[in-house]
């Protein structure tokens, strides 16, 4: 008896010392390895990317729950997990569901009723130091840790947004500046690949056998790179920088801003892959210090006011799958002054392209009523949306959104060309200067939906400017006229037409992942704690399910032994604090309840 108490408490010894290796609990039973098949068309039942699908349409198959009985959804379990932030999204595959916690692991549970498979724990990071004063940032994700007296400062991160799945293999981003792959049955690390000290608080995404990943707290241009790892050695295999250099193609479009100092991450949501072409799409960040006259020396017109202008930052691009080299860009928001990012997922969508002039500001004129395209989508922090051309990056129409306004960044865009135009009033003359733009941070790392039943994007919005000061405060305001009782709601937007529905509309700010279901219903959740289901075609809330804590993006669905179910995450988000002073002051938010939660019918 003795040394079996002896016994029990060396293990409680042991695990209290953080040293149990996942293979320690139980292990993933009967997996099946993940095939690149599977990636590009996988089975209803499966989570397998943060968006599903490659091409970021967040749409499921499965039907089990309908408009007519999603009011009878209960809890089916939940799980706590640790606190912190968080703003990724769960995988599930085959019964298992898998998830990143705060703490920059991986968590594996069953997918019926919460129980622990496996957790990969890893080694936190130094805490980090305040950033000197005037710092010129890498972009949202960025936390630097004191790299000692004379030493360069080491970026961190723990906040990525995405994490895939692949043959056997898990693959994420740690806060240690690791591309890292882990196995999918136990946990077990199998390989580890260093990408600089710059931090990701983007995360991967699968091109077939490959892991894409992209850099958030890059200080320069050196460590500011998309890059492509093989998924079972991790050796990189290619890189893109985000910015050119001086004398490469689009160069001159940062004037005289040394090499170092041309930064423009990708501290959001990841892109999408077109399998069938081996092309991969990424949204770009605003170029960094925030203002042209941070950028160059005092002169906000070094820089064209129109595209091409401080490339490729806030653009989307076209990569060869293969060798990572630039097929084409778009540059949405040409030479940023205000940090308005165009970063975040890029939806691939084939569409009937026949915009309505009552609906769309900007329309290709060359467009061929109702011709069918490949299409890819894109909406802004900034506010806005475009639609273009997948294969060739050609412009096809744009729109101001959630609204158009005086104030709006764009003010025009070149229907022949593409080009586009900023709103020149808006633009820092001087140092200290105050300017309200509109929008800010009117969509975020929180995805889109789009649903095939609808032929429609579901774009979550909300109705804010930001009131900046040069070099300074930077806060959001309601835009003028804005109903203060329905800042926050979905953008239903037809693809076709560019008709907008807006639903959902609400005075409690979100920043919960909208969920597209062939049960012809739309899932979102927001930070007071509500997860919400609707009509898809109207719009019409059907059912509205409350939970311990704010909803942080993550929400999908899946099926397990013919039984579907929705399950978001609830955790402290980077912008939530300031979403709900802003929107809603007298919402009481819940702050460091993490956990996973689970809803089925009865």
């Given at each position: 008896m003795a040394r079996t108490l002896l016994c029990i408490a060396f293990v409680i010894a042991f695990i209290g010392a953080g040293i149990v290796t996942p293979s320690a609990l139980a292990q993933v039973q009967n997996y099946k390895p993940v095939t690149a098949a599977e990636l590009a068309n996988p089975s209803p039942n499966d989570w397998l990317s943060f968006s599903r699908t490659y091409d970021d349409q967040r749409f499921s198959p499965l039907n089990q729950i309908t408009r007519q009985n999603v009011n009878q959804l209960r809890m089916a379990w939940s799980r706590g997990t640790p606190a912190g932030t968080v703003e990724s999204t769960p995988l599930v595959r085959g019964g298992t569901m898998y998830i990143m916690t705060a703490t920059g692991g991986v968590m594996a549970l069953n997918a019926t009723n919460g129980d622990l498979l496996w957790e990969y724990t890893r080694p936190q990071p130094p805490a980090p130091a305040a950033p000197a004063a005037g710092a010129a940032g890498g972009g949202r994700g960025a936390v630097r840790a004191g790299g000692g007296r004379g030493a360069p400062a080491r970026v961190y991160n723990s906040r990525s947004k995405t994490f895939s799945i692949f043959d056997d293999?898990?693959?994420?981003?740690?806060?240690?500046?690791?591309?890292?792959?882990?196995?999918?049955?136990?946990?077990?690390?199998?390989?580890?690949?260093?990408?600089?000290?710059?931090?990701?608080?983007?995360?991967?995404?699968?091109?077939?056998?490959?892991?894409?990943?992209?850099?958030?707290?890059?200080?320069?241009r050196a460590s500011c790179y998309i890059s492509a790892h093989d998924a079972h050695t991790g050796k990189e295999l290619w890189k893109f920088y985000t910015t050119p250099a001086a004398g490469e193609p689009g160069g001159d479009s940062w004037a005289d801003v040394p090499d170092e100092r041309r930064v423009a991450s990708t501290w959001g949501s990841p892109g999408a892959y077109?399998?069938?072409?081996?092309?991969?799409?990424?949204?770009?960040?605003n170029p960094t210090p925030n203002s042209r006259i941070a950028r160059h020396n005092?002169?906000?017109?070094?820089?064209?006011?129109?595209?091409?202008?401080?490339?490729?930052?806030?653009?989307?691009?076209a990569l060869d799958g293969k060798t990572g080299k630039l097929l084409w860009y778009f540059q949405h928001l040409p030479g940023d002054d205000w940090?308005?990012?165009?970063?975040?997922?890029?939806?691939?969508?084939?569409?009937?392209?026949?915009?309505?002039?009552?609906?769309?500001?900007?329309?290709?004129?060359?467009?061929?009523?109702?011709?069918?395209?490949?299409?890819?989508?894109?909406?802004?922090?900034?506010?806005?949306?475009?639609?273009?051309?997948?294969l060739t990056g050609e412009f096809l129409w744009a729109n101001p959104f959630p609204y158009d306004a005086p104030?709006?960044?764009?003010?025009?865009?070149?229907?022949?060309?593409?080009?586009t135009y900023l709103n020149e009033d808006l633009i820092f003359r001087n140092k200290g200067e105050e300017k309200i733009i509109c929008f800010f941070n009117t969509r975020s790392y929180w995805p889109a939906a789009y649903s095939p039943l609808t032929n429609s994007m579901y774009v979550p919005y909300i109705?804010?400017?930001?009131?900046?000061?040069?070099?300074?405060?930077?806060?959001?305001?309601?835009?003028?006229?804005a109903d203060p009782q329905k800042l926050n709601g979905i953008g239903k937007i037809n693809m076709e037409t560019g008709e907008i529905l807006r639903f959902g509309e609400q005075r409690a700010p979100a920043n919960g992942a909208v969920l597209a279901t062939a049960g012809n219903l739309i899932f979102w959740g927001d930070l007071d704690r509500r997860l919400h289901a609707f009509d898809a075609e109207t719009g019409k809330q059907l059912w509205e399910g409350i939970v311990g804590g704010s909803i942080a993006v993550s929400t999908i669905t899946y099926a397990v032994n013919g039984k579907q179910?929705?399950?978001?995450?609830?955790?402290?988000?980077?912008?939530?604090?300031?979403?709900?002073?802003?929107?809603?002051?007298?919402?009481?938010?819940?702050?460091?309840?993490?956990?996973?939660?689970?809803?089925?019918l009865p």
């Open positions: 293999l898990i693959f994420y981003t740690a806060p240690d500046s690791n591309v890292v792959g882990l196995d999918a049955r136990t946990g077990e690390l199998r390989w580890q690949s260093r990408v600089d000290n710059r931090g990701n608080s983007s995360g991967t995404i699968m091109a077939g056998d490959k892991v894409i990943s992209g850099g958030s707290g890059c200080g320069t077109d399998p069938v072409r081996d092309i991969v799409y990424y949204g770009i960040a005092g002169n906000p017109f070094a820089i064209p006011t129109s595209a091409p202008s401080a490339l490729y930052s806030n653009s989307t691009v940090d308005e990012d165009w970063t975040n997922e890029r939806t691939l969508i084939h569409t009937k392209v026949n915009p309505n002039p009552q609906f769309v500001k900007w329309i290709n004129p060359k467009i061929k009523p109702g011709e069918e395209r490949d299409t890819i989508f894109a909406a802004g922090e900034s506010g806005g949306i475009f639609l273009l051309d997948r104030n709006f960044w764009l003010k025009n865009v070149d229907v022949n060309t593409g080009k109705d804010v400017c930001l009131d900046n000061i040069e070099g300074g405060q930077r806060k959001g305001v309601a835009r003028a006229g179910y929705v399950a978001i995450l609830t955790g402290d988000g980077a912008l939530g604090p300031g979403l709900v002073t802003l929107h809603a002051p007298e919402i009481k938010r819940v702050a460091g309840h993490n956990a996973v939660y689970v809803f089925a």
